[in-house]
């Protein structure tokens, strides 16, 4: 299947670093996006269907040879296994997530000891829809039941609306995880506000405690848990296990979603920065960049919605090596981006099967090499990518 386009990117940040305020109401100009050039690309990958019938799927976790595990955001727990998918659900689950809106079953984090322990965490909305929040479930996988669950963590404030919860995992090689909580949707100034999670990535123990050396546990009403902040709906949460770098993408309001390389205790604007503008087409913030605030490392405007975001390290696709595959759901691609010189912007970005015309919401690099996706929808699927 072809790829659709390949998009090179020309970025020119030092037109923006002199921060001249508008004199009307227009948008600010977007960064990384100061010339594009559509370029046909021929390259081909074989899509494989590996299963359908799943109800709006989110996550998935490599759980054995053949085996993967599957969250479903207004469903349940599945296992595709052999070759097929389990008819039946896994038992157990996190106990009574809000299954509306965004909010549901989210993301699936292996216990860096996975192979011994079998324990995993399961990120979900807990409450209400008018008081509701992100929060981890912990539990042990043993055969197709998941036994001694709890709840390790709840977010808070609670907010109240079922809207933007964030929800992705990361264990990083000294066993912390990270979390990103979303800004709640109509709570845009939470995500500057040190004493909310909201708007957060979390670093966190494996007992939803916060994890050692957080840069913020010594400043007054800050709490523990926050590692970066200044985030909108971060749904995107990736290592590169070659350079160690922390990747995530988040979601922008009518434009500009966002890729940004992550370093613990840095502001990265939200909403005093921006490249959309509100849904009704208003003003957030004319400012694009600022001193002391990270500059995006790509950004979408029109925004494509992303969700899913994997770095390709592996033999199958070697062409592919070092790339970022960003998941796409209203662009319905996957995205894939290459970094330019500075190690902190990428400048290239190709398409992949977009004549498939279907929302994506997770990517991931399988063991085998093999690029593994969900599709977003009452009738999801589960594909494989390989060459053609």
Known sequence: MNISTKTLVVTFFSVLFGLVQAQTKAPPTPVALINQLIIPNTESVKIEQLASGLKSPWSLAFVGKDEILISEKHGGMRLWKNGALSKQFIEGGPPSPLQISDSGILDIALDPDFNSNRLIYIS?????????????????????????????????????EPKHPGGRMLFLPDKSLLLTIGDGFNYKAAAQDLGSHLGKTLRLDKEGRAAAENPFVKTPKALPEIWTYGHRNAQGLTRDITTGEIWLHEHGPRGGDEVNLLVAGANYGWPLLTHGVDYDGSIISERAFAPGMQRASFIWVPSIAPSGLAVYRGEIFPDWNGKLLVGALAAKSINRLRKGKDSDLLIEEERLIGNLKKRIRDVRVGPDGL???????????LLRLRPN
Do not use: C, M
């Open 371 to 381: 690029i593994y996706v969900l599709t977003d929808s009452a009738d999801g699927e």
């Open 124 to 160: 979900f909305v807990e409450g209400e829809k008018t008081a509701n929040h992100t929060a981890i479930w912990k539990a042990r996988l043993v055969d197709n039941q998941l036994v001694e669950g709890r709840v390790i963590f709840r977010s808070k404030p609670d907010k109240a």
